[in-house]
């Protein structure tokens, strides 16, 4: 069924391709919902991220032949399911552990864009000065 590759992969035939392409395209969108609203903090790019990293531990699963893509799509999504939430345990552990422990920190993320220092907008102006005196 697969056949062996440089360096240890593994290639994937057609029909199990064709196969993993339509379980993305019938999971992708709701299993993205899915992790989205499971988020601490939500945020669309990390649900997508996490669910991309979901397809691809279903691509190793089917790889191995842990997973059979004939099982039925209800299956298919509960394992989806499954490995979502797997995915948002291990990104909140990594997420706790990279909180700011400084209080600056911590409040720079929620601050509001400021607004420009006089200092950058003098060296702003000086900077295009210079440049239109060397184009002339």
């Known amino acids: 069924m697969y056949e062996g590759t440089a360096a240890g992969q593994t290639s994937i035939n057609r029909s199990t391709d064709a196969a993993l392409s339509a379980v993305f395209a019938a999971h992708s969108d709701r299993l993205t919902r899915f992790v989205y ?36 799509e209800r299956f298919i999504g509960e394992h989806l399911d499954f490995l979502a939430r797997q995915e948002i ?7 706790s552990v990279e909180a700011p422990t400084d209080f600056a920190d911590s409040c720079e993320a929620d601050r509001l864009p400021g607004t420009v ?11 295009v000065l210079a440049m239109l005196a060397v184009a002339a």
Request: aromatic share 6%.
């Open 37 to 72: 609203d499971r988020l601490g903090r939500p945020d669309w790019a990390t649900a997508e991220d996490i669910s991309q990293q979901v397809f691809v531990r279903l691509v190793d699963f089917v790889v191995e032949d842990r997973i059979d893509l004939d099982s039925s």
């Open 89 to 95: 345990a291990g990104h909140d552990r990594h997420a």
């Open 117 to 127: 220092a006089a200092e950058d907008i003098a060296v702003a102006n000086l900077t």
